[in-house]
């Protein structure tokens, strides 16, 4: 199965939630989970009968190498695809487990 989405419309998308997390009033988000679990790419799409090797990654790291990009001490890279969404799953946890109506 092939399925497509422009980037266009994740610019859309990503606008659309994260407006309207701010209007429930999420400003600024502190994480108080640091650790989560994380599978690499090479073994993300991969589907036999074993099981991936499961990683531990930090939402600290993430947000602190996404933070270089903003202030221009580090480049971009495709790993950053990686921590932003690491970042974004975190945000939707934080979302749901809040006492706030999304």
Do not use: H
Request: hydrophobic share 40%.
């Amino acid at each position: 199965m092939r399925i497509s989405i422009s980037i266009n419309e994740l610019k859309i998308l990503c606008q659309l939630l994260l407006d309207k997390a701010e209007k429930i009033g999420f400003k600024e988000i502190e994480f108080d989970v640091d650790n989560y679990w994380f599978v690499s790419s090479d073994e993300r799409e991969v589907f036999n009968e074993n099981y991936p090797t499961l990683s531990v990654g930090s939402i600290t790291d993430d947000i602190q190498s996404l933070k270089k990009i903003l202030d221009k001490t580090n480049p971009s890279t495709p790993v950053d695809f990686d921590r932003l969404a690491n970042v974004l799953i975190a945000l939707g946890e934080k979302i749901s487990r809040s006492d706030k109506v999304y």
